[in-house]
């Protein structure tokens, strides 16, 4: 059973950086299209961003050109750059893999104060 274990999330004002961190457990993971995954208050899950086993990556409309998703498949890690922060950012973020998903992890509490 794979476990997904998110961090990095915190409080930062708009127009700041945070970046966050998902580590995978189990032994499968490189073959997988990773995604990062946000979940706002009273809002359903939302797709992110994604990445391929070989590193392609696409992104929604409301993150282009302010995240940025990588991977590192010898450490079953994803990670999310996220830069220029904007309130409507504040979620909490989560990583899995894209349908069918894994169980889903605690999640990250992204906070972006205007």
């Known amino acids: 059973q794979v476990q997904l274990v998110e961090s990095g999330g915190g409080l930062v004002q708009a127009g700041g950086s945070l970046s966050l961190s998902c580590a995978a457990s189990?032994?499968?993971?490189?073959?997988?299209?990773m995604a990062w995954y946000r979940q706002a208050p009273g809002k359903a899950r939302e797709l992110v961003a994604t990445?391929?086993?070989?590193?392609?990556?696409n992104y929604s409309d409301y993150v282009k050109r302010r995240f940025t998703i990588t991977r590192d498949n010898t450490k079953k890690t994803v990670y999310l750059q996220m830069n220029s922060l904007k309130p409507e950012d504040t979620a909490v973020y989560y990583c899995?893999?894209?349908?069918?998903?894994?169980?889903w992890g605690q999640g990250t509490q992204v906070t972006v104060s205007s």
């Open positions: 990445i391929s086993s070989g590193g392609s990556t």
């Open positions: 899995n893999k894209i349908n069918p998903v894994w169980p």
């Open positions: 189990g032994r499968i993971f490189s073959i997988h299209v």
